[in-house]
DNA sequence: TGTACATCAGTGAACGCGCGTTCACTGATGTAC
DNA sequence: TGTACATCAGTGAACGCGCGTTCACTGATGTAC
């Protein structure tokens, strides 16, 4: 058992280190990270961390995508720490696991989902992690379907065509599920869901909510449980 | 007829014409406005645009407070320009004037609605301008309701007690309408409408639609008319 | 096991740059008599 | 109407600062024989 070296090891520790730092670097700077402030938390020269990191916007990138991978894999746990038949329960878990993280984290949160960073192009590897969430969200509505247990409310707007073709095209791409399990309206509904869980996130975190929702908690779990009535989710037993 | 006096006249021009050369600038610099910048796009030395702003933070407050009364000027005028009976024409015009200006103004959007400018610390006045979109739409819903219009389908969420006390508190603290107009209920789905709305154009401003919907006016619009079928305002004549 | 060499982490000085803000100044424009 | 003075817009140099990145370096740690 020769595994990685000594010197491969310690090397993965300092970028993990380098990492850690940023994350906290980035409560202050916001996304104009700045490198020396990094090796100045640490203790080090900010030419030091160039054994480690090619550029400033490679660190970033590097924050981003961890950032996804951190917010989805809470996400999963979440849901899969409840029974597959409880559609509610795994949904709200999941919404909930999102908002816990935000609020521990709001500093990457406004990186992932703030506006983008001047300058800073992410690259095309950050694209996947980033929609861990919704394909949760839509999974669970897909599995609720499947058991029969799906009875979304009547509303009257029809989907437009061009819509239902853009949501058509993704229901085909999706890799876990036969198409015909998840209808176009109800993928509709799961992506007014996702675009309020991360709408009503922002605005909490944001401090938009300042001096108007003071039962935070209550309020979001209450708007989760909205959404769930629209896509048709059973409550909870 | 004496009026402001010429000196005042250019001044009051000359800050116009910085405001704007900054509105631009923000394109490039995101929120880390610079001064240097806006006194080069303007052909002038840095230190002469301190003649009229004491700070770089008092430039970003204006541009803030001028932000927010233009998306509320535009929002204001398109209900306006609809007949007060037709609720559900007002509602779209609104939410599509919202994110017609977002689109037009992508930089001062995120001024607003992107993640806190680092060390900058929105001064109390921006407050009151920056309600007056949602207390659009809440005026919407009352004016449907007094009208007897109203008729929002039954979800099985009840209100938890402590949000409906917040949302008492706000409605109490409304200038406009008898707190009696409007229900508990109905603003609980006004708020969740706000955040579709803007959680919707954020997502789009922000490029986290790019490679999923294609279709995003008839997008933006069908999910606007879902938010307004679950407040229950009548649908178009 | 011991020696010779290669690898590589971290240093410290230096580069060129842009930033916000201050200050004494010069002219031009206004005001008072 | 003309002169004397006050006001104020814009200049240009300077301040102290922090930034990302480069480069030649020094030691320590690893590898090959």
């Known amino acids: 058992m020769s595994g990685p070296s000594l010197r491969a090891r310690v090397r993965a520790e300092m970028i993990e280190e380098i990492k850690a730092a940023a994350r906290k670097r980035l409560a202050v700077d916001g996304p104009a990270l700045s490198l020396r402030g990094v090796a100045r938390d640490?203790?080090?020269?900010?030419?030091?961390?160039?054994?480690?990191?090619?550029?400033?916007?490679?660190?970033?990138t590097a924050l981003l995508l961890?950032?996804?991978?951190?917010?989805?894999?809470?996400a999963t746990t979440a849901a899969t720490?409840?029974?597959a038949s409880d559609h509610r329960g795994r949904w709200l878990a999941v919404c909930t696991a999102v908002r816990d993280w935000a609020i521990a984290h709001p500093a990457e949160?406004?990186?992932?989902?703030?506006?983008?960073?001047?300058?800073y192009r992410a690259p095309q590897d950050t694209v996947a992690p980033a929609a861990t969430v919704v394909l949760l969200l839509a999974d669970i509505a897909t599995a609720a379907a499947l058991d029969g247990r799906l009875t979304p409310p009547p509303l009257p707007s029809p989907l437009p065509a061009p819509v239902r073709a853009?949501?058509?095209?993704?229901?085909?791409?999706?890799?876990?599920?036969?198409?015909?399990?998840?209808p176009e309206?109800?993928?509709?509904?799961?992506?007014?869901?996702?675009?309020?869980?991360f709408g009503?996130?922002?605005?909490?975190?944001?401090?938009?909510?300042?001096?108007?929702?003071?039962?935070r908690a209550e309020y979001f779990d209450h708007h989760m449980n909205l959404m769930a009535d629209l896509i048709g989710l059973p409550a909870q037993p």
Chains 1, 2 share one sequence.
């Open 42 to 60: 640490m203790g080090i020269v900010a030419s030091a961390l160039y054994r480690y990191f090619p550029s400033r916007d490679d660190l970033l």
């Open 109 to 119: 949160y406004g990186l992932l989902y703030g506006s983008p960073v001047p300058g």
């Open 81 to 83: 720490a409840r029974p």
């Open 66 to 74: 961890e950032g996804y991978e951190n917010l989805g894999a809470a």
């Open 200 to 215: 009503l996130i922002t605005f909490e975190i944001f401090g938009r909510l300042e001096g108007t929702v003071t039962a």
């Open 185 to 197: 309206e109800t993928l509709d509904r799961v992506f007014a869901a996702w675009t309020q869980l």
């Open 166 to 182: 853009d949501l058509r095209t993704l229901i085909e791409q999706r890799p876990t599920a036969a198409p015909a399990d998840l």
